[in-house]
T-cell receptor, first 112, second 113 residues
């Protein structure tokens, strides 16, 4: 079983601050997906990274896939209350039937 | 938003009773999935489907069965509900490939007393 560990588990910050959340594993992944989940709703896909070292930007969010494809990070610049939610990373491995493994998530609260 | 509807949204039932959750999609996507989400465990795959009448087990399939008689409907059945099956259940669909770009429903909160 491939495990994905996310850190921190909880993060509470003020509006305007920057933050980074991490998704780490000892296993290599073929791709890494990031989702955001709001209370009472299902996760929503933000981005997929597939190449080691890849960086993708989505407005104030910057996603990076580690060179060895074992880890990923999400950096948010100037966080806003609308960024509040549970951030989930999920990895696939082509050598394991492309099964998707989810991390436990980082719960972010951005206070106005 | 992808057209996924889960029903019911909330259900309370008693131990030992059968329960069926429904997932309906209007996207004609090939792949459908059932997940459960629990504190400390994240999202775990129960069963998935890669076409009509084609289903397979996921990580936590014990105590659950599924059926897909039409492209648009994927049913999850708890044959005899137990308290350990109290959870939030999510259905997801994907079009481009297995486990690629999942679109999730809004979830069903199930409480087994």
């Amino acid at each position: 079983t491939q495990l994905l560990e996310q850190s921190p588990q909880f993060l509470s910050i003020q509006e305007g601050e920057n933050l980074t959340v991490y998704c780490n594993s000892s296993s290599v992944f073929s791709s890494l997906q990031w989702y955001r989940q709001e209370p009472g709703e299902g996760p929503v896909l933000l981005v997929t990274v597939v190449t080691g070292g890849e960086v993708k930007k989505l407005k104030r969010l910057t996603f990076q896939f580690g060179d060895a494809r074992k880890d990923s990070s999400l950096h948010i610049t100037a966080a806003q209350p609308g960024d509040t939610g549970l951030y989930l990373c999920a990895g696939t491995n082509n050598n394991a039937g492309n099964m998707l493994t989810f991390g436990g998530g980082t719960r972010l609260m951005v206070k106005p | 938003d992808a057209g996924i509807t889960q029903s019911p949204r909330h259900k309370v039932t008693e131990t030992g009773t059968p329960v069926t959750l429904r997932c309906h999609q209007t996207e004609n996507h090939r792949y459908m999935y059932w997940y459960r989400q629990d504190p400390g465990h994240g999202l775990r795959l129960i069963h998935y489907s890669y076409g009509v009448k084609d289903t397979d087990k996921g990580e936590v399939s014990d105590g659950y069965s599924v059926s897909r008689s039409k492209t648009e409907d994927f049913l999850l059945t708890l044959e005899s509900a137990t308290s350990s099956q109290t959870s939030v259940y999510f259905c997801a669909i994907s079009k481009t490939g297995f486990n690629e770009k999942l679109f999730f429903g809004s979830g069903t909160q199930l409480s087994v007393l």
